[in-house]
């Protein structure tokens, strides 16, 4: 049988993943409300770190952005992803391309979205004001934004009080062994 789900594989090396998070004018909390320290406690029992722009996660005058609107839908995207290039090329040094955390209220459902490949853009993910209780919202949204991870849920846990992360029911808790693996290959990832 397959170790592919064993739940507490190491990463063989340093490996990286890097995020840049953005605050839209619309989501009115202060801070990610612990969604950066769940991905980052959750990746480190693997051995691997996360790496927040800018001062791991804060809001600051540099990742805010202005927006009139109440709810972000889908002709915003491409708009907002223009203006966080621009901020990212002045104030990024990071050796790849951060991932994009948006934190704001959008128009559909769900606890957050990941806006796949259009126009030729690598993915942003967009995380709500109204979270999951388990706080794996940005964690689950920086899976989808991975190519081998993609857009599917991971519903045949054999464990059902231990379900992984790419799960949709809560509470979620693990990370399995393909899953490490496929965030070593991710885009947004430095390791060796
Ligand atoms: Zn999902």
């Avoid at 090396?13 to 991905?39: M, P, W």
């Avoid at 621009?86 to 128009?107: D, M, N, R, T």
């Avoid at 857009?151 to 790419?166: A, L, Q, S, V």
């Amino acid at each position: 049988m397959s170790d592919d789900r064993q739940t507490d594989y190491q990463y063989p090396g340093s490996l990286k993943l890097c995020v840049a998070v953005f605050y839209l004018e619309n989501y009115h909390r202060g801070d990610d409300q612990g969604t950066i320290a769940k991905a980052n406690n959750m990746l480190a029992d693997h051995n691997v770190t996360l790496d927040v722009w800018p001062e791991n996660g804060r809001k600051l005058s540099t990742n805010s952005i202005a927006f009139k609107k109440s709810l972000v839908e889908e002709s915003d995207y491409v708009p907002l992803r223009k203006q966080i290039n621009e901020i990212l090329s002045k104030h990024y040094h990071g050796s790849v391309k951060p991932l994009p955390a948006l934190y704001c209220q959008f128009q559909h459902s769900g606890h957050g979205i990941t806006t796949y490949r259009d126009q030729g853009r690598v993915p942003m993910v967009l995380i709500s004001q109204a979270l999951n209780n388990d706080k794996v919202t940005l964690l689950h949204e920086m899976g989808h934004a991975v190519p081998k991870i993609g857009k599917g849920h991971e519903h045949d846990d054999p464990d059902p009080k231990n379900r992984n992360f790419m799960h949709e029911a809560e509470p979620r808790t693990t990370i399995y062994k393909w899953q490490v693996e496929a965030f070593g290959g991710a885009w947004f990832a430095v390791g060796k």
